[in-house]
């Protein structure tokens, strides 16, 4: 069984950085996979946020400059670098495995793997 496993969240003020992982667990050719993160504030839709693969890297405008998405293929890993990070960052963080032929979307709809989430707080 395929699982996803986010971790890094927490509480961090505004300015401040953190970096989430999402280890994909489970018999998956991950090499073959892209991976992407999406985060939901309260009471709000799930977004796109980052995503890695088919070759490139791709960002939401609001992250673009500030969040770096990497993956770690040897490890089955992907990480999300935030930086500068604002209020309207606060969420909970999603990864998930994303259709490489729409990856440049960014769209929910299009992840058929997600995690647990992760919860980033970041507080002005």
């Known amino acids: 069984q395929v699982q996803l496993v986010e971790s890094g969240g927490g509480s961090v003020q505004a300015g401040g950085s953190l970096t989430l992982s999402c280890t994909v667990q489970?018999?998956?050719?991950?090499?073959?996979?892209?991976m992407g993160w999406f985060y939901q504030a309260p009471g709000k839709e799930r977004k796109g946020v980052a995503a890695?693969?088919?070759?490139?890297?791709y960002y939401a405008d609001s992250v673009k400059g500030r969040f770096t998405i990497s993956r770690d293929d040897d490890k089955k890993t992907a990480s999300l670098q935030m930086n500068s990070l604002e209020s309207e960052d606060t969420g909970m963080y999603y990864c998930?495995?994303?259709?490489?032929?729409?990856?440049?979307?960014?769209?929910?709809?299009?992840?058929?793997?997600w995690g647990q989430g992760t919860q980033v707080t970041v507080s002005s």
């Open positions: 998930g495995t994303i259709d490489c032929v729409r990856i440049r979307s960014l769209l929910p709809e299009d992840v058929s793997r």
């Open positions: 489970g018999g998956l050719s991950y090499i073959n996979y892209c």
């Open positions: 890695v693969g088919d070759g490139g890297t």
